[in-house]
C-alpha cells in the first residue's frame, strides 16, 4: 500500500489526463482581433474538447469595441466553428459540440474598456472577484497581450497601478502574463518592454510567445536529438560540414504591409523563430526537461554565436526584394505594389545569414539560415548536411562522388525527418545512389497534431514556460540583430528577386562561394 | 484474382483469405505491389506504419466485428499490427483459417493513404489450441505487444498465459463479465503477479471523467482542506453493464487515496442504484461528499452529455460548474491505455480496496 501522508490533492494522482491545469481566468486584451478568432478561441475549444482545461475556468475579453457578453460569445463560436480543429470537413455542418461550447461559454465575458481608462481596469478588478466566487478561480490569472504591441507597456503599467497582479512570492494564486511577438524591434526596444514587464511581473510569471515552439515538430527536435542514441555521437563538428535552416513563405505580406514595412524578414521571422530553431539544433542536452534547465542551455547557444560586426554583414548577410512574378501560375505584384508600402521602401523581404557558433562542438560549422517571402512554396526545414563519406572505397566505380548524407527536420509542411543515405543499385555493377528514408508525422500518425496556440496557452496556464522565451533568450537574439541591422544601414538596396524562385541569384553566390549549395525544399 | 485486382481488394479493407502459414509471405507481396504502383516513387500513394502489435481476442462474430471497427478507427492515432483472434471452442469442426486486410486512411490533404494491415485467424474446436502457436510468429519485433482480451481472460488460462508472456499489456473490461466482483480479487491478485504486463481494465479507464472531476473540486485549497473530513460519500449509479462495478471502483479508489481503512470505508460509502434511461457508459449518476459543513455534489445532467460540479461550503459560492463527458467509446479509451504504457498503481490500489468492499454490493 503507499504511504500514509496525503500528498498536496491526492485525488490527481494516477490520472491519465494528469495535465489538466488549475483553476485560471483568462484575461485576453485585444479581444475583438484576429488573432482571438482565428487562433486563441479555436485552441481554447479543442483544448476543452479534449478534456484540457479545469473545470474552474473562465476567459474575459477586454476590448474597446462595445458588446454584451452574449454577442462576444457568439462571434467566438462562429471563430470556433471556422477555425477549430474538430470542424467538420462538410462546411454544411456545424463542428462545435453543443454540450462542449456550453460548458466553455458559460465561463466567457466581455469587458469593453479603453486600454489607458483607469476606470476599466477597476471595474475588470471587480469582474474578476465575482468570477473568482462564482467560478472558483480563486484568484489565478493569466493576461493576454493580444493587441498591437504599442500597446503593452501601458497595460502592463496599468495592471500593476492598479493592483490587478500580485507578485508570484508568498501567493497561492498564480497571475501569468502572455506577451505576443513582435516582442521589441530592436536590442534597446526589447529591453525597455522587459524592464516595463519586470516593474510588474516577475521572470517566471512571464510567457513571451514564439509560436513556433508550440508546433510538434519543433518540440520533437528535442525527443529526436535525446531520445535517440544513434543521432547525438555524429552531432558536432566532427561529422556535421554544415546546417542549413530554411523558412520559405509563398505568401507576400498579405495586407500586413504597414507593419511589415518597419519590420522586415530579419525582425519578423529570423529574430525569434529562426533563432529559436538554431538554439534547439545546436544546443547541449540539459540537465532535465525543466523550462530553466532547457532555457539555460539555449540561450548558452545564442551567447555562443560570433556577432556580426556591421562592417561583416556583406560577408555573413544577404538581403533581397520581391519583384513581380508568378506563384503558383498566378501573377503576384512586386513588394513596391502592396499597399501601405513605401514606393522606396528598402524592407527586406530575403534574408540569407551564415552563422558561427564559437562553442566546442560546432567549431567552424556554418548554420546558413535563409527566409523569404514569395518564394515558390511554403516549407520550414532543418537540413543537417554531414561530411562527405572518404572517396577512395568506390571511386572507380562510381562516375560521380558519393553524395553526404543528409538528415532533414521538416517543421511544415508534412513534417517529419528524412534521411539520405547511400545505398547500392540492385544490379551486377557496384553502382550507388542516394536513396531517402522518410518518415512523415502524417503518415504514422493521422490524427491531427494540436494546434501550436493549443499547446502553448495549455502550458501557459498550467504554468510550464519551457516552451516560453525567457528576458536573456530575447535581449541575446535581438543584440545579434542589431549589429546586423546597423550593417545594412549604409548598405547598397536589398538584391530584387522574382517572385515565385528562391531569391535573388545572389543568394547562390551567398552559400557557393563557400563550395555549398542551397537545398531545394 | 490478378495481383492489381488482390491489391486493390486488400487496400480497400476487404479481407482475403490466406494460409496461416503464408500470412507473412502474403502481405509482403501485396505491400510490394502496393509499394511499385504508384508511377512516381516519391509520391507512392500508399504509407505503412506500425508503432506496436495489438492482438484483439474475440469469442463471437460479433465481439470480432466490434474489434475491427475500433481497431480502423484506433490505427490513425495508433497504427499498428493488428491480429484479430476469433476463438470459438465449443463448435465441433476443428479449423484454423486466416484472412488480411488492410486498414487504410487518408493523410497528408487526402492523398496518400496510411495503411496498417490486419490479420484475422478464426479457431474453431480444437484449432483454438493452436491459435498461441499461430500468434506468436506473427508478431513484429521490436514493437511493444498488447493485448485487447473481450471477455474473461481467467476463463481461457491456457492462451491467456501463452499470450501473455510476450505481451506488454493486457487490456480487458470486467464490466462486460459475467458477475465481475467475484473476480476482483483474482485480478488483482494477477496485477500484482504481472512483471512484465501491465493490466488495464477498460470499466476503470470510464471511470477517468469522474475522478477527474471529483479531484477538480478539492483544488481550491479551502475545499482541499475538507478532505480529511468527509463524513459519507453517496454513489447512485444505473443499472447498465458494468455501472455498479465502476460505482464500487470509484468508491475504492476514494477510500484507497484518502488513506481510508476498509472498515472506514465500509462505514462512509454507500452505493445506490436506480433506473436511468438516459445513464451514459460509465454509468454513474451522482456522487455527494458530505463533512459536517459542506457538500460536494457531481452530478450528471439530464438532456445534454455534461456533468455539474456542485461545491457547498462556508465562503465557498460556486456556480454550479459543467463539463463535457469526453468519448468512453472502446477507441477512445483503448487509444488513452495506449498512450500510457506505465502500471497504473492507483488502479491496483483501488482495486485491492474495491475488492474489500464487495459488501456494500449487498445493501444495493
Given amino acids: 500500500?503507499?504511504?500514509?501522508?496525503?500528498?498536496?490533492?491526492?485525488?490527481?494522482?494516477?490520472?491519465?489526463?494528469?495535465?489538466?491545469?488549475?483553476?485560471?481566468?483568462?484575461?485576453?486584451?485585444?479581444?475583438?482581433?484576429?488573432?482571438?478568432?482565428?487562433?486563441?478561441?479555436?485552441?481554447?475549444?479543442?483544448?476543452?474538447?479534449?478534456?484540457?482545461?479545469?473545470?474552474?475556468?473562465?476567459?474575459?475579453?477586454?476590448?474597446?469595441?462595445?458588446?454584451?457578453?452574449?454577442?462576444?460569445?457568439?462571434?467566438?463560436?462562429?471563430?470556433?466553428?471556422?477555425?477549430?480543429?474538430?470542424?467538420?470537413?462538410?462546411?454544411?455542418?456545424?463542428?462545435?459540440?453543443?454540450?462542449?461550447?456550453?460548458?466553455?461559454?458559460?465561463?466567457?465575458?466581455?469587458?469593453?474598456?479603453?486600454?489607458?481608462?483607469?476606470?476599466?481596469?477597476?471595474?475588470?478588478?471587480?469582474?474578476?472577484?465575482?468570477?473568482?466566487?462564482?467560478?472558483?478561480?480563486?484568484?489565478?490569472?493569466?493576461?493576454?497581450?493580444?493587441?498591437?504591441?504599442?500597446?503593452?507597456?501601458?497595460?502592463?503599467?496599468?495592471?500593476?497601478?492598479?493592483?490587478?497582479?500580485?507578485?508570484?512570492?508568498?501567493?497561492?494564486?498564480?497571475?501569468?502574463?502572455?506577451?505576443?511577438?513582435?516582442?521589441?524591434?530592436?536590442?534597446?526596444t526589447a529591453r525597455e518592454l522587459n524592464r516595463v514587464l519586470a516593474g510588474v511581473f516577475d521572470e517566471r510569471q512571464i510567457f513571451r510567445i514564439d509560436h513556433y515552439l508550440g508546433k510538434e515538430t519543433v518540440q520533437n527536435i528535442l525527443a529526436m536529438r535525446f531520445a535517440n542514441e544513434i543521432f547525438e555521437p555524429l552531432w558536432s563538428q566532427k561529422s556535421i560540414d554544415h546546417v542549413q535552416i530554411t523558412v520559405a513563405e509563398s505568401i507576400g505580406v498579405e495586407g500586413r504591409g504597414a507593419y511589415y514595412d518597419n519590420s522586415g524578414a530579419l525582425r519578423d521571422m529570423v529574430q525569434n523563430h529562426m533563432m529559436q530553431l538554431v538554439s534547439l539544433v545546436a544546443m547541449e542536452p540539459p540537465i532535465s526537461l525543466e523550462a530553466e534547465d532547457i532555457r539555460d542551455e539555449k540561450v548558452k547557444v545564442l551567447r555562443s554565436i560570433r556577432p556580426i560586426a556591421p562592417e561583416q554583414v556583406q560577408q555573413f548577410t544577404l538581403r533581397g526584394q520581391y519583384d513581380r512574378g508568378s506563384i503558383a501560375g498566378k501573377q503576384v505584384v512586386s513588394y513596391h505594389e502592396e499597399p501601405n508600402v513605401a514606393l522606396d521602401s528598402r524592407t527586406e523581404t530575403f534574408v540569407a545569414l551564415k552563422l558561427f557558433l564559437d562553442n566546442w562542438r560546432w567549431a567552424g560549422v556554418p548554420f546558413y539560415l535563409r527566409h523569404g517571402k514569395r518564394l515558390p512554396k511554403q516549407a520550414a526545414e532543418i537540413a543537417i548536411q554531414f561530411k562527405a563519406p572518404p572517396a577512395v572505397l568506390f571511386a572507380a566505380e562510381q562516375a560521380a562522388p558519393l553524395q553526404p548524407n543528409v538528415l532533414v527536420l521538416r517543421i511544415q509542411p508534412d513534417e517529419g525527418i528524412a534521411i539520405r543515405m547511400n545505398a547500392k543499385v540492385p544490379g551486377a555493377a557496384m553502382n550507388i545512389q542516394p536513396v531517402k528514408m522518410d518518415f512523415r508525422y502524417g503518415g504514422s500518425f493521422g490524427a491531427r497534431s494540436p494546434d501550436a496556440y493549443e499547446r502553448l496557452l495549455h502550458d501557459a496556464i498550467a504554468g510550464d514556460s519551457t516552451l516560453f522565451t525567457r528576458r536573456d533568450e530575447v535581449e541575446c537574439s535581438w543584440s545579434i540583430m542589431d549589429a546586423i541591422l546597423e550593417g545594412w544601414k549604409d548598405e547598397s538596396p536589398p538584391a530584387v528577386y522574382e517572385s515565385g524562385t528562391w531569391g535573388p541569384v545572389e543568394a547562390d553566390q551567398f552559400i557557393e562561394k563557400d563550395g555549398r549549395q542551397w537545398r531545394r525544399p | 484474382m490478378s495481383n492489381l485486382g488482390q491489391l486493390e481488394t486488400f487496400t480497400a479493407g476487404a479481407e482475403i483469405a490466406v494460409d496461416v502459414a503464408q500470412i507473412e509471405r502474403q502481405l509482403h507481396v501485396l505491400w510490394q505491389l502496393a509499394s511499385e504502383s504508384a508511377k512516381d516513387p516519391t509520391q507512392r500513394a500508399i504509407t505503412r506504419a506500425s508503432l506496436l502489435n495489438l492482438v484483439a481476442y474475440c469469442e463471437t462474430d460479433a465481439a470480432r466485428n466490434h474489434a475491427t471497427e475500433t481497431i480502423s478507427t484506433l490505427t490513425t492515432r495508433h497504427p499498428c499490427r493488428a491480429i484479430v483472434l476469433l476463438a470459438k471452442p465449443y463448435e465441433s469442426r476443428d479449423e484454423l483459417s486466416a484472412s488480411i486486410s488492410a486498414l487504410c486512411h487518408l493523410a497528408g490533404g487526402g492523398r496518400k493513404q496510411v495503411c496498417c494491415e490486419q490479420i484475422s485467424i478464426c479457431a474453431s474446436g480444437e484449432g483454438t489450441g493452436r491459435l498461441g502457436s499461430a500468434v506468436l510468429p506473427l508478431l513484429e519485433s521490436d514493437l511493444p505487444t498488447v493485448i485487447w482480451w473481450q471477455g474473461n481472460f481467467l476463463a481461457r488460462p491456457g492462451l491467456f498465459l501463452r499470450l501473455a508472456t510476450v505481451a506488454d499489456k493486457l487490456v480487458y473490461d470486467m464490466s462486460a463479465w459475467e458477475a465481475p466482483e467475484v473476480f476482483l480479487g483474482a485480478v488483482q491478485r494477477l496485477a500484482v503477479d504481472q512483471q512484465r504486463c501491465s493490466l488495464a481494465d477498460l470499466s476503470w479507464t470510464r471511470l477517468e471523467f469522474w475522478r477527474k472531476l471529483t479531484a477538480e473540486c478539492f483544488d481550491n485549497p479551502r475545499c482541499r482542506a475538507v478532505l480529511d473530513r468527509i463524513r459519507s460519500v453517496e454513489i447512485a449509479h444505473g443499472n447498465g453493464p458494468g455501472a455498479r462495478l465502476r460505482a464500487l471502483l470509484y468508491g475504492g479508489w476514494l477510500a484507497a487515496q484518502l488513506r481510508w481503512t476498509p472498515q472506514e470505508a465500509l462505514a462512509k460509502i454507500r452505493l445506490n442504484s436506480r433506473d436511468d434511461a438516459y445513464a451514459t457508459a460509465v454509468g454513474l449518476l451522482s456522487v455527494e461528499l458530505k463533512t459536517a459543513d459542506a457538500t460536494i455534489c457531481i452530478r450528471k445532467n439530464y438532456g445534454d452529455r455534461t456533468a455539474s460540479v456542485q461545491v457547498t461550503m462556508p465562503q465557498v459560492c460556486d456556480l454550479p460548474r459543467k463539463r463535457a463527458f469526453w468519448p468512453t467509446d472502446d477507441a477512445a479509451l483503448l487509444s488513452e491505455e495506449l498512450d500510457h504504457a506505465a502500471p497504473d498503481l492507483v488502479r491496483q490500489w483501488a482495486l485491492a480496496m474495491a475488492a474489500a468492499l464487495l459488501p456494500l454490493l449487498r445493501e444495493t
Fill in chain 1, 1 to 188: 500500500m503507499h504511504e500514509t501522508q496525503l500528498p498536496q490533492n491526492p485525488l490527481h494522482e494516477g490520472l491519465i489526463r494528469q495535465r489538466t491545469p488549475g483553476p485560471c481566468v483568462l484575461v485576453i486584451f485585444g479581444a475583438t482581433g484576429d488573432l482571438t478568432h482565428r487562433k486563441l478561441f479555436p485552441a481554447l475549444y479543442n483544448l476543452a474538447h479534449e478534456g484540457q482545461l479545469p473545470s474552474s475556468f473562465a476567459i474575459v475579453g477586454f476590448a474597446r469595441r462595445p458588446k454584451t457578453n452574449e454577442e462576444f460569445r457568439t462571434e467566438l463560436r462562429q471563430g470556433v466553428e471556422q477555425f477549430s480543429r474538430f470542424s467538420p470537413i462538410n462546411p454544411a455542418q456545424s463542428g462545435v459540440n453543443p454540450a462542449v461550447w456550453d460548458a466553455l461559454a458559460q465561463g466567457i465575458y466581455y469587458h469593453r474598456s479603453e486600454f489607458a481608462d483607469d476606470k476599466g481596469y477597476g471595474s475588470l478588478g471587480e469582474l474578476l472577484e465575482q468570477i473568482d466566487r462564482t467560478h472558483g478561480t480563486a484568484g489565478s490569472r493569466l493576461f493576454y497581450l493580444a493587441t498591437a504591441p504599442t500597446d503593452f507597456a501601458r497595460i502592463i503599467q496599468q495592471l500593476g497601478a492598479l493592483g490587478l497582479v500580485h507578485r508570484v512570492r508568498n501567493q497561492t494564486a498564480s497571475q501569468r502574463i502572455i506577451v505576443e511577438k513582435p516582442f521589441g524591434r530592436s536590442l534597446d
